[in-house]
Each structure stands twice: as C-alpha cells, then as structure tokens.
C-alpha cells in the first residue's frame, strides 16, 4: 500500500515537473524579454502619439490658449506632470507627446523626442531622442534610440542616429539586419517627412565610424546614417546603413497616401540625380599578418598576394571593439602593448594608403604565455528571443523525456489492475 501510494507521489511530481518545462518552454517562445517588450511598447506608443500630434494639428504642435488650459486638466486627470519654468520633472503619462511647449518622455529618458525613425523593412517605428552630451550618453546607457551629437542640423547638416542591438528578436535596432540597398525609411520631425532611400551599408571600428562619420561635418547634409552593434561576422564592429535623402514632404500630403512618397521614383524631383554606381574591377588580394618578435612585441604586416607591400593604417582591437593600438604600416611594424594573458584580440585594416589591393580579412588571436594563436570568433548563436539556440530544444526534450517517463511508470499500474 506504501509502495503504491509512493509511486503515484512520484509519478505525480514528474508528471507536473514536465508540465512546468513546458510551460516555461512556451513563455519563453513567447515572451522572451517582458520587460524590454513593455518598455518597447511604451516607447512605440510615444512614437505614435508623436505622429498623431503633428499629423491634427499641421501647422503647430502648440494647442492656443483656451485648448492648453484644457489640456492641463486633461494632464492632472491623468496624472501628467506640469511644469514651471527652468523646472526639471519626470512624468508618468506614457501616451502623449506634447501639451503646450512642454515635451514629454518616459520617466527613464532625458531630453526630448526628436522625432520618430520608421523602417518598414524592419518593422522598426522609434522615437529618437536628443539633448545635451549628458542627456544623449544617458539615453545611449539605458538602451535607448539617439542622435549621435547634439549639434547636428536637420537640413544643414548629416544626421546620424545611434541604437543598440538588441539580442532579442524585434527589440530596439535588433531587425536592422534586415535592411537591404533600396529599401526606404523615413523620419518625421515636426511637420515635414523626410524619406531616404538606403545606398550603402559599412561595417567599420567604432573609432572609425566615429571620426569618418559621426564627427564628420563635411558629409552631405542629405545624408542620414543608422548606425549599431555588429553581431555575428560584424561582431566587435558597428553597421551602419546610409540613407540618401530622396526629398521631403509635408506630412499632410505624406498622410494622404504614403506608399506613393516611400515607392514612387517620380514623387521626388531628386531622383533625377540619383547617384549611378560603376563597377569597379576585381583587385587583387592582401594578406594581414600577426607574429610575436623576441622581444615580445607584435610584429604586423600587410602585403599584397603579390608579395608587394600595402601601405595601410592598422589596428589592434579587443573584444569590445576598442581600440588597444595603431600603427600606420609599413613606417611602423611593431605594436609595444600590454596583451592579457589568455585575452582575445582582433587586427585589422583601418585604411588602406594603397588603392590597388583588396582589404584582407582580420586576424583575430589569442595570446597565452607569451605566444599568440591565431583563433576564429565564436559569438553563441541565439534564436529569435536573445536565447543560445540549444536552450529551447533541450528544454522540450527534457519535458519529452519526462513525459515518456511517466507513462513508462504508469503503464505498468494501467496493466496490473485490468
């Protein structure tokens, strides 16, 4: 009778620990990151309300007088906060964007929303955010969506947006992968749509990036670049998508229909000067090489598959895609630099001074006890929710498993008392 009853209590027990696999199994299918989706939903939802504000009210984002003193007690009802001047408060209304002249944004943000960055390609609809340096840093170190300096000029000046890429599927800039040459995107900023059209991609050193692009005021003002972390064969670099302006439009006309402003080539006059690419010939290769001299220091060279030498700017990066050392080859070919022992780093060409030869692939190594061995890099490959891949099979075959378990216990019980 013991025994019986024991076994049952077992059975009872794995049984309801393969329903509990299970059903973590499925909530992790389906809500990989709760948190990051009801923030992202926050964030979307003050995207739209910024797009519904602009869109009812055209010439204006200001409401007059007899409309703002409404809307305060609108705002007091819903618990918005109201604002004094040269006064700094958060706010716990999720779903507007402006009342009066004050800008709204989530409690977590600083600065203000600048206007909103859609990619259909990517499903991606953002609020990009600005302000002051310490305002675009914060936003950058709480994941959200930025412009890259605060001193960029929408019109005047090139446009660089900043995003972090996100692990899991959907999440911030984790879709941009998806862009391709030719796709459209567009960003909103007052009244007026601007929509360009993607012509090229990069994937560079951050510091690279950063001076040829970010800092880079001599770029057309009719480019916006989308620049995030690299993943996978990026990893350690940014990717970046340029974005050539094809023209802007006034976001009434633009509401009335907008598949004819982001897909129709004549809906801008600007199209007439679009930029014709030539292709180039197929140059001949180079080959990036890492030794370790006597003395211990790097010894670098960059040759052609020729055996020629390339003239080239070389840098040595670590596994954050930070630079640790560069040299300009072949004026230098020694690298003087502390290596942590058991610490993985990553060479590669910055610049080529020599236009013949193709760029060589980077050389990533590891260096142990005063050797070097050159090594590939491994980035855990995850699914669609930020998860490693084997995680979720593993946790339907472990419920599987159990399952089959259970059954084989009480089969035998089903047999004995027919």
Same mark, same amino acid.
């Given at each position: ?33 709760? %948190? ?90 953002? #609020? ?60 909103? %900023? ?157 060479? #590669? ?11 060589? %692939? ?57």
């Amino acid at each position: 009778m013991k025994k019986d009853f024991l076994r049952k209590s077992i059975t009872v027990c794995i049984v309801l620990i393969a329903i509990a696999l299970a059903g973590f199994a499925i909530y992790a299918v389906l809500h990989p990151e709760s %948190a990051a989706e009801k923030r992202q939903d926050t964030e979307e939802s003050l995207a739209a309300s910024y797009l519904e504000a602009v869109r009812s009210d055209n010439a204006s984002l200001l409401e007059t007088s007899e409309e703002y003193d409404e809307t305060v007690s609108d705002s007091e009802e819903t618990g918005a906060g109201s604002v004094s001047e040269n006064t700094t408060e958060t706010f716990t209304d999720e779903h507007y964007y402006s009342r009066g002249e004050q800008t709204y944004t989530p409690d977590y943000a600083s600065g203000e929303l600048l206007g909103v960055l859609e990619i259909d390609a990517c499903q991606i609809r953002r #609020g990009v955010y600005g302000g002051s340096w310490e305002d675009i840093q914060h936003d950058l170190d709480i994941w959200m969506v930025t412009e890259a300096r605060p001193d960029y000029e929408l019109g005047k000046t090139h446009f660089v947006i900043y995003g972090h890429n996100h692990p899991t599927q959907d999440l911030s800039f984790n879709r941009l992968k998806e862009l391709e040459i030719g796709d459209v995107f567009t960003y909103t %900023a007052g009244n007026t749509v601007w929509v360009y059209e993607v012509a090229e991609f990069i994937a560079d050193w951050r510091d690279v990036i950063t001076e040829d692009i970010v800092d880079n005021f001599e770029l057309p003002a009719d480019d916006m670049f989308i620049v995030t972390c690299g993943r996978g064969e990026y990893a350690c670099k940014d990717i970046v998508y340029r974005g050539k302006l094809r023209g802007t439009v006034d976001i009434t006309k633009y509401s009335e229909d907008p598949e004819y402003y982001k897909n129709d080539p004549e809906a801008f006059d600007s199209t007439e000067n679009e930029e014709k690419e030539t292709e180039s010939a197929e140059l001949p290769g180079s080959v990036l090489t890492v030794v370790l001299n006597e003395q211990g220091q790097l010894c670098i060279s960059c040759k052609g598959t020729d055996g020629a030498t390339v003239y080239s700017d070389i840098g040595i990066y670590d596994m954050e895609g930070l630079p640790v050392a560069r040299i300009a080859y072949p004026e230098e070919d020694t690298v003087d630099v502390m290596l942590e022992d058991g610490a993985t780093y990553i060479a #590669g060409v910055v610049r080529m001074e020599d236009p013949f030869y193709a760029p060589p %692939a980077d050389v990533a190594f590891e260096y142990h006890k005063g050797a070097l061995v050159n090594t590939e890099i491994h980035e855990m490959e995850t699914d669609d929710s930020g998860l490693p891949v084997f995680v979720k099979p593993l946790i339907f075959l472990l419920a599987a498993v159990i399952a089959g378990l259970s059954a084989a216990i009480l089969w035998p019980r089903r047999t004995k008392a027919e």
